[in-house]
């Protein structure tokens, strides 16, 4: 690559080392703003697209985007992409409890479904605890800096609250570590890691290899650009960082308000078991009312199950998305971080080259267009797996809502039927007196 024609970092608000050199004026497009109706200007999280920029990118970063601007038109297909153009299927399911002298702890079943020729076999069923999808995710974290690598789920929990051989927590933690490795197998450059053809196919995972080494482009930033500061972070990836703390703080207040909502359920089925019981042993004491009493409290009973099956559907299903989402943006964040860094290094390494320069006329060195193409590669993989990450969160939230809805609209369903079917008991009584008295 020319000094003086860089493919990416220019697009980026990163400057070409001949640019530098002879500093040109330039004016970065500016982080969009929303106007309320008070005229006060606020931060818009809209879809937190980056600013669009009209250089060319790296031939993935196209691809990827080309299926993300179709994406939309086909949310509501596979999950996971269409399977025709799939090679590796991965599942993970059948928890099982383990205990041992030393330890309790639970294992699940990962199965895979490969025609890829690294794998030796197309198929492929090991176990795995948590402790190696935390491997795995660290592993990928090391040798594949520049990308997005999904959250997750916490490890630990807090004692007394949550027990964490629970069938329910355990259903939990096996739902999110599925959704974590099938999205792992669907990324273009994540799914080919070696790390993770270990993980599928090998019995035992030999995880003290590498544990204690950094990847080069890690340990190159570390060291240089560690006492340099960001002159500034580029306006499309300032702008990623603002939609990140809008998303996070709105996700936070959903959280707890809906974990709010659930603590008012749990003390309103604890009074309404109660109403249904007092008129369950009213009913035995009255013969006349007996069969209305009885149905009052057979509507309270049916309320309290469908409150119930909405209550957990919110706990298990709601939650742990909206978790998920926090989790991802912390990852995002570390992500745009180590972007920081890279951009540090290079801006470090060209500022002492060009001072170099300047005293004794030496050229630029290689290292210098080194690091500039290691930004480069950062800023394309972090924009093409930023889309690919809106692309998930605007499938996955349009799920999570539209469950939540149809979860609300069952529940309203089943109280009102219950309580029409009180009606119609209730005017079959009165037209049994009313023919009673006649007679």
Not at 84 to 108: A, G, N, Q, S
Not at 202 to 227: C, I, M, W, Y
Request: aromatic share 8%; proline share 5%; charged share 30%.
């Amino acid at each position: 690559m020319s000094a003086g024609a860089p493919r990416g970092l220019a697009s980026s608000g990163q400057k070409p080392i001949a640019e530098i050199i002879h500093p040109l004026s330039a004016a970065e497009e500016p982080l969009s703003l929303v106007v309320n109706a008070g005229g006060d200007k606020e931060a818009a999280l809209t879809n937190g697209t980056p600013v669009e920029t009209s250089s060319p990118a790296s031939v993935s970063s196209l691809v990827n985007r080309l299926q993300l601007d179709e994406e939309p038109e086909a949310d509501g297909r596979d999950a996971y992409v269409s399977t025709e153009t799939r090679d590796l299927f991965v599942t993970v399911d059948d928890p099982k409890k383990h205990v041992c002298t030393m330890e309790t702890y639970i294992t699940y079943r990962v199965s895979t479904k490969t025609s890829r020729i690294e794998f030796d076999l197309p198929e492929y069923s090991v176990r795995r605890r948590y402790q190696d999808f935390d491997w795995l995710r660290m592993k990928l974290e090391e040798s594949q800096p520049t990308h997005l690598i999904p959250p997750l789920p916490e490890k630990f929990v807090m004692k007394g609250v949550v027990d964490r051989f629970s069938e329910e927590f355990v259903e939990t933690r096996m739902k999110a570590l599925d959704k974590f490795l099938k999205r792992v197998a669907d990324h273009p450059v994540l799914s080919f890691n070696p790390h993770l053809n270990a993980f599928l196919a090998a019995k035992d995972l030999n995880k003290r290899q590498g544990l204690a080494l950094l990847s080069k482009v890690g340990e190159s930033v570390k060291h240089v650009a560690g006492g340099y500061k960001l002159r500034a972070r580029p306006a499309e990836f300032s702008a990623m960082g603002d939609y990140l703390d809008t998303f996070s703080q709105k996700l936070g207040t959903i959280d707890r308000i809906a974990q709010r909502i659930l603590k008012e359920q749990s003390e309103y089925l604890t009074e309404v078991r109660e109403y249904g019981t007092m008129y369950s042993g009213w009913a035995e004491s009255e013969d006349e009312l007996q069969r209305p009493l009885e149905g009052v409290a057979g509507c309270v009973g049916t309320c309290c199950r469908a409150l119930e099956e909405q209550s957990e559907a919110m706990s298990q299903d709601f939650l742990p998305v909206l978790r998920e989402y926090v989790l991802y943006v912390e990852a995002m964040k570390s992500v745009l971080r180590k972007r920081d860094q890279s951009q540090a290094e290079y801006e470090g390494r060209l500022e002492a080259a060009v001072l170099r320069r300047q005293e004794d006329k030496t050229p630029i060195p290689l290292e210098v267009e080194r690091c500039q193409d290691r930004a480069e590669c950062f800023n394309a993989d972090l924009k093409a797996d930023w889309e690919r990450w809106q692309s998930d969160k605007r499938r996955d939230f349009r799920q999570l809502l539209t469950g939540l809805a149809d979860r609300n609209i069952a529940h309203y369903e089943k109280c009102q039927a219950a309580w029409e079917s009180l009606v119609q008991l209730l005017q079959d009584k009165q037209s049994d007196d009313a023919a009673s008295e006649t007679n």
